[in-house]
Nanobody
Framework: VQLQASGGGLVQAGGSLRLSCAVF????????MGWFRQAPGKEREFVAA???????FYADSVKGRFTISRDNAKNTGYLQMNSLKPEDTAVYYC?????????????????WGRGTQVTVSS
């Protein structure tokens, strides 16, 4: 399974970005899709996930601002990010897990894409 994340960039605080995660080699509907981020000097942290039933999970810091979704026909996952804040600045990674539990746990994800940089200016 290969994942390719895109859509990062530089945006002002309050702005929006949509990240995409294209999945190659497997059908996305069979995997839990997750987004994680890592800021300089910090550990990688959970952002959002969508499970096999379409249930969504969010970190408290992004709840109400970010929306995760999945388009099975396009074999692609998305992370819509609104009302961005400077503290959202990080490299964002998409990941896929065959295990439909512990969606917030980094170690549940077997497949990772290269990160995409998101920078939010104040």
């Amino acid at each position: 399974v290969q994942l390719q994340a895109s859509g990062g960039g530089l945006v002002q605080a309050g702005g929006s970005l949509r990240l995409s995660c294209a999945v190659f080699g497997r059908t996305v509907r069979n995997y839990v899709m997750g987004w994680f981020r890592q800021a300089p000097g910090k550990e990688r942290e959970f952002v959002a996930a969508i499970d096999l039933s379409g249930n969504t999970f969010y970190a408290d810091s992004v709840k109400g601002r970010f929306t995760i979704s999945r388009d099975n026909a396009k074999n692609t996952g998305y992370l819509q990010m609104n009302s961005l804040k400077p503290e959202d600045t990080a490299v964002y990674y998409c990941a896929a897990s065959p295990y439909d539990n512990k969606q917030r746990d980094t170690y549940q994800y077997d497949y990772w894409g290269r990160g995409t940089q998101v920078t939010v200016s104040s």
